[in-house]
C-alpha cells in the first residue's frame, strides 16, 4: 500500500484481556517498529524487525509484551493480562533504509477500562 | 546511548511571527537528526531530516533545521507561522552506521499559534 496501515484505529479492552495490535508496513520496507506514545510521555521505543534477523527487543516494558513479524512484512503486537497503564497510542513505522527516515502508521488508540 | 531534550513543551507564536522549537541531542557517534510533526488523531509525518549532507535542512510546509555540531543542536524554524502549524512536534535522533537502536524521541513541543 502507499502507506503504513494500522488496525483497529481504536481499542476498548477490560483490564485482564489479551490483545492484538496489527500493523501492514510500506511494500519493501524491511525495517519495522513499534512506539508507544502516552499522554505526557513521548514516544516510547518498544521493538524493531529488521529484515530476517532477530528483532531488538530491548524496549518491551514488561513480558506481557510480544510482538511478531510473519515473512518480513505483517506485524502484530500481542499484549497479554492487559492493565490500565497499558492504555496509549500505539504507533508502527516502517523504514527501507534509517538514511530516509521511518513513516509512521496513524495509531491505534488502545483503552484498558 | 542517544538522548534528545526539547526545550519548552508548549510554545506559543503570534500568526506571521517567528517558529523557533530547540532541540538539544547526545549521541556517541555522528547521528541523524529528524523532525516530525503530529496533528491531533494523527500519526507522525516527517518534516525534514539531517543525514550528514548540507547542516541546513529545508523541509516541507516552510520549515528548516539547521544541524550544529558545536551546540549539539537541531533547533526547528519558520519564518512566518501560520494558523494551519499548530501542532504537536518531534525531534529525533538516530546513530548513524550500525546498529538496532529505533529512533529515540524527544517529548515534544506543542506550537500554539495565536491569531
Known amino acids: 500500500g502507499a502507506g503504513v496501515s494500522q488496525s483497529p484505529s481504536n481499542k476498548v479492552t477490560e483490564k485482564g484481556k489479551d490483545v492484538e495490535l496489527r500493523c501492514d508496513p510500506i511494500?519493501?520496507?524491511?525495517?519495522l517498529y513499534w512506539y508507544r506514545q502516552s499522554l505526557g510521555q513521548g514516544l516510547e521505543f518498544l521493538i524493531y524487525?529488521?529484515?530476517?534477523?532477530?528483532?531488538?527487543k530491548s524496549g518491551l516494558p514488561s513480558d506481557r509484551f510480544s510482538a511478531e513479524r510473519t515473512g518480513g512484512s505483517v506485524s502484530t503486537l500481542t499484549i497479554q493480562r492487559t492493565q490500565q497503564e497499558d492504555s496509549a497510542v500505539y504507533l508502527c513505522?516502517?523504514?527501507?533504509?534509517?538514511?530516509?527516515?521511518?513513516?509512521f502508521g496513524s495509531g491505534t488508540r488502545l483503552t484498558v477500562v | 546511548a542517544q538522548s534528545v531534550t526539547q526545550l519548552g513543551s508548549h510554545v506559543s507564536v503570534s500568526e506571521g511571527a517567528l517558529v523557533l522549537l530547540r532541540c538539544n541531542y547526545s549521541?556517541?557517534?555522528?547521528?541523524?537528526l529528524f523532525w516530525y510533526v503530529q496533528y491531533p488523531n494523527q500519526g507522525l509525518q516527517l518534516l525534514l531530516k539531517?543525514?550528514?549532507?548540507?547542516?541546513l535542512v529545508k523541509g516541507i510546509n516552510g520549515f528548516e533545521a539547521e544541524f550544529k555540531k558545536s551546540e549539539t543542536s537541531f533547533h526547528l524554524t519558520k519564518p512566518s507561522a501560520h494558523m494551519s502549524d499548530a501542532a504537536e512536534y518531534f525531534c529525533?535522533?538516530?546513530?548513524?552506521?550500525?546498529?538496532?537502536?529505533?529512533?529515540?524521541f524527544g517529548k515534544g513541543t506543542h506550537l500554539i499559534i495565536q491569531p
Open positions: 539531517y543525514t550528514s549532507a548540507a547542516t
Open positions: 513505522a516502517s523504514s527501507q533504509d534509517k538514511n530516509y527516515g521511518y513513516t
Open positions: 529525533a535522533v538516530i546513530e548513524s552506521g550500525g546498529g538496532a537502536d529505533g529512533l529515540t
Open positions: 549521541s556517541s557517534v555522528p547521528p541523524y
Open positions: 524487525f529488521q529484515g530476517n534477523s532477530a528483532p531488538d
Open positions: 511494500s519493501g520496507h524491511t525495517a
